[in-house]
């Protein structure tokens, strides 16, 4: 109702004061719409806290809010509109009052699929803050806050503010490079916080709770393959659980206490099972201890006996496709989360197609043969390439896919061979790393 946004805004603004309330619309509007630029971030911004000086002053009009809103969704709807472009923004335009007010409040960009945020030097930043300190803040939150669009609102605002404190704080010290040092330093685990957290959150969007899962669930196979189902499982679940719990949370330490418990948890399961993951551990700071985890690659494809085809009861259980992804992952350690993440998508189309028939393993096996057939091509393919990738330096990966692609077509032009190059190239290194962009990546595949 709108009474209760008018007076969600106004307590907002009364406990924040004018400023807070300002960085917090930068912040939240440039997550929102990744994809504006800093000008239309800018002139939603102004109108905002306009809107909110105005209408929350005591004294102010009670319909000063609501008519103050339709005014700012009547400029979002006219065809020269300052505010960031949206593809939906015509459907909610078609709309009128309250409606048109809530569709357009709910509009936002799809994120950024990779940080375009690049810190710059000690020098470069002092610079840049003696010029205009008020104009190097707001523009540091739009570029930082739209980067890392899926890191959630707390973690963002803690990591802006202590950003924003050490470049006032040193820029003006008699030491800046010591000072510098000394406060990134203090920052690492918050930067650390940022960095992963919209890597989990990102992923969380775009797959939802049950398929985070089973990305969990396939990433520490491949890294782990010793390991049993039963000491995986309860991991990949918990860090679904902590997604889905504090990607959208307001709570100040969510993220923060939530992750440092996971890291925790995988210590004490996977420490005695592997090397890797007991170095990672040893380390007395658990953000970092974390982000070292999870950027392990895959171990080595253990010696596996041939694994009998799951039958048509495994397959409908409650976590047969858990099971199937697993295994796969186990004996394919090269093969990137996207691809598994399709496979996934077909095995959970499959079981719904099937279990519930007259017949599931009559159904199964014939849909299953062919799925087999049209899939065996693309895992070998993108297993050898990602195998590959994070083998080879780059330009000698490059040189050998060229080769190959020339024995394999030795009928295609020299421009589309390139062309198919570059293609599986982009693929490469944008989806074959840990933290591969899940929704760009999926169109890729």
């Known amino acids: ?77 006219s065809a020269d509109s300052p505010f960031p472009a949206h593809p939906g923004t015509a459907e909610c335009c078609a709309q009128q009052g309250l409606e048109r007010k809530l569709c357009l409040a709910a509009l936002r960009h799809p994120p950024q699929p990779l940080a375009r945020y690049l810190q710059p030097s000690d020098t470069e930043l002092c610079h840049a803050f003696r010029q205009d300190p008020r104009q190097f803040a707001d523009r540091f939150l739009y570029e930082y806050s739209s980067s890392y669009s899926q890191a959630p609102l707390p973690v963002l605002l803690s990591s802006t503010r202590t950003f924003l404190s050490m470049v006032s704080t040193c820029c003006i010290s008699p030491a800046p490079r010591a000072c510098f040092l000394k406060e990134k330093l203090e920052r690492k685990t918050l930067s650390l916080l940022t960095l992963t957290s919209n890597r989990i959150c990102s992923r969380f969007l775009a797959y939802g709770k049950d398929k985070v899962t089973s990305s969990y669930l396939t990433s520490l196979a491949q890294k782990v393959p010793t390991a049993s189902f039963e000491d995986l499982l309860p991991l990949a679940e918990d860090a679904a659980e902590v997604s889905s719990q504090c990607c959208d949370s307001v709570a100040e330490d969510c993220m923060q ?127 050898q390439l990602c195998s590959q990738y994070t083998k080879l330096p780059y330009l000698e990966f490059k040189k050998r896919l060229r080769e190959s692609l020339r024995q394999a077509e030795p009928e295609v032009s020299p421009a589309a061979l390139e062309q198919l190059l570059e293609q599986r190239v982009s693929f490469a290194s944008s989806c074959c790393l840990p933290d591969a962009p899940p929704l760009l990546c999926a169109s890729k595949v």
């Open 1 to 77: 109702g709108r009474a209760y946004v008018r007076d969600k805004v106004c307590q907002e603004y009364s406990i924040l004061g004018k400023e807070n309330f300002r960085t917090l619309t930068i912040i939240a509007n440039s997550r929102k719409y990744s994809n504006g630029t800093f000008e239309e971030i800018g002139h939603l911004v102004r109108e905002i806290v306009s809107l909110a000086e105005t209408c929350c002053a005591d004294g102010a009009d009670p319909s000063c809010y609501d008519a103050g809103s339709t005014a700012l969704s009547v400029k979002s709807c």
């Open 257 to 383: 206490k939530k992750l440092l418990e996971h890291t925790a948890k995988v210590c004490t399961a996977l420490s005695a099972r592997d090397g890797r993951f007991a170095d990672c551990c040893k380390g007395k700071n658990l953000m970092e201890n974390l982000f070292c985890m999870l950027a392990l690659p895959p171990a080595p494809a253990p010696e596996l006996p041939e694994a009998p085809e799951p039958t048509s009861k495994e397959l409908c259980g409650k976590e047969g496709v858990l099971h199937a992804s697993r295994r796969l992952a186990r004996r394919h350690p090269s093969l990137p989360d996207a691809v598994l993440a399709k496979l996934y998508d077909s095995s959970q189309k499959l079981r719904g197609e099937c279990c519930s028939s007259k017949d599931p393993s009559a159904c199964l096996d014939s849909k299953r043969k062919r799925m087999e057939a049209e899939l065996s091509p693309l895992l070998e393919k993108a297993s």
